[in-house]
């Protein structure tokens, strides 16, 4: 099942699978919800590639003050900074450990991609 608020998956894949106290959010693209073209620009493709991620975490009763890890994948990494200022304003504190790396190409052409484990 799709949690509410979320795009469909675009592979055999699912968002999330909760393992114990775990729960492991796959790479959350900034798919809208409701379909259609991508967000224009770092920022707002931060901001929905994030409220996916709040959108698989809410399935398993979490929120974003449940991670404990992301990893963000950059098609360029000249947009760090400005990923930055979005992830900073959405994650509460204490922020969870991150991992940021470029890519060389993300599905979609999107800029961003987010996954994340979270803890109960």
Do not use: W
Not at 16 to 45: H, M, R, T
Not at 85 to 100: D, H, M, S
């Amino acid at each position: 099942m799709i949690p509410s608020g979320l795009p469909a998956p675009i592979g055999p894949y699912s968002p999330g699978i909760a393992a114990a106290d775990l729960c492991f959010v796959s790479g959350q693209l900034p798919l809208p919800p409701a379909g259609g073209l991508l967000p224009s620009g770092i920022e707002a493709q931060t901001e929905q590639a994030i409220r996916n991620l709040e959108a698989v975490l809410a399935g398993e009763g979490l929120t974003l003050s449940h991670v404990v890890k992301t990893s963000v994948f950059l098609a360029n990494l000249d947009d760090f900074a400005a990923m930055n200022e979005v992830y900073a304003r959405l994650f509460p504190t204490p922020r969870p450990a991150r991992t940021v790396v470029e890519v060389s190409r993300l599905p979609r052409e999107s800029r961003i991609e987010i996954e994340a484990i979270a803890h109960r």
